[in-house]
């Protein structure tokens, strides 16, 4: 099993996971944001140089997590698809095919900004897609990274990273989790999404992850 650094969070149990996810064991759920399926493709349709092979390793990563963690439900805090050109043949192919070595789990999806444009996942991937905000005490999930009255809010949409700086002026820009009592966010899951540096209030906690590990930088 991965390492992970468990944190007290709102009165739950939180791990986070090196592979930019969150393990919340009193719900057996995976918790995952930005995944951005098919996003190489539509940028090919484009014309553009980008890797290949991106699907594959996302998906084969949220199996490693799958099988390291008891999970019963895995929980996408939007962005599934990255857009409608995402419904290549061969992506759709594969994520069936994934799919059907799951068939146990439960997926929830929360409609992100680009899952509105992609359109709901095929009705085979059996998800159960939902607007936000989704209730699950004590917090409110949700993509978009807006407080909620009554809940503190787990997000995604930023991909939030965090730059390090060195004493002879390196920089490192590394994805993070950033916890608050209001809006808490996770970085993004999916191979390539890039990251928005953040530059977060004293009251918000930073965690960094690289190299098979997450750490915290401040309390």
């Given at each position: 099993m991965?390492?992970?650094?468990?944190?007290?969070?709102?009165?739950?149990?939180?791990?986070?996971?090196?592979?930019?996810?969150?393990?919340?064991?009193?719900?057996?759920?995976?918790?995952?944001?930005?995944?951005?399926?098919?996003?190489?493709?539509?940028?090919?349709?484009?014309?553009?140089?980008?890797?290949r092979?991106?699907?594959?390793?996302?998906?084969?990563?949220?199996?490693?997590?799958?099988?390291?963690?008891?999970?019963?439900?895995?929980?996408?805090?939007?962005?599934?698809?990255?857009?409608?050109?995402?419904?290549?043949?061969?992506?759709?192919?594969?994520?069936?095919?994934?799919?059907?070595?799951?068939?146990?789990?439960?997926?929830?999806?929360?409609?992100?900004?680009?899952?509105?444009?992609?359109?709901?996942?095929?009705?085979?991937?059996a998800m159960?897609?939902?607007?936000?905000?989704?209730?699950?005490?004590?917090?409110?999930?949700q993509?978009?990274?807006?407080?909620?009255?009554?809940?503190?809010?787990?997000?995604?949409?930023?991909?939030?990273v965090?730059?390090?700086?060195?004493?002879?002026?390196?920089?490192?820009?590394?994805?993070?989790?950033?916890?608050?009592?209001?809006?808490?966010?996770?970085?993004?899951?999916?191979?390539?999404?890039?990251?928005w540096?953040?530059?977060?209030g004293a009251?918000?906690?930073?965690?960094?992850?690289?190299?098979?590990d997450?750490w915290?930088?401040?309390?």
């Amino acid at each position: 099993m991965s390492r992970h650094l468990v944190v007290e969070h709102c009165g739950q149990t939180l791990w986070l996971l090196p592979d930019k996810a969150i393990y919340w064991p009193a719900r057996h759920t995976l918790l995952i944001a930005d995944v951005h399926i098919g996003k190489a493709a539509s940028y090919r349709a484009l014309h553009q140089p980008v890797p290949r092979g991106t699907t594959d390793t996302t998906l084969a990563r949220l199996d490693t997590l799958l099988a390291a963690y008891d999970c019963k439900q895995l929980v996408i805090l939007g962005d599934f698809l990255h857009a409608r050109t995402a419904r290549a043949p061969a992506t759709l192919a594969k994520l069936r095919e994934w799919r059907g070595q799951h068939d146990g789990l439960r997926i929830v999806l929360i409609r992100g900004n680009h899952d509105r444009h992609a359109g709901d996942p095929p009705a085979e991937l059996a998800m159960d897609v939902i607007d936000e905000p989704w209730l699950l005490a004590p917090f409110a999930l949700q993509h978009e990274p807006i407080a909620h009255p009554q809940h503190p809010v787990l997000a995604g949409h930023v991909h939030p990273v965090y730059l390090l700086r060195g004493r002879a002026r390196q920089r490192l820009r590394l994805p993070c989790f950033l916890l608050d009592t209001q809006v808490s966010l996770l970085p993004a899951f999916g191979e390539f999404t890039g990251g928005w540096t953040v530059s977060p209030g004293a009251g918000t906690r930073v965690f960094v992850t690289g190299d098979g590990d997450v750490w915290a930088l401040n309390g």
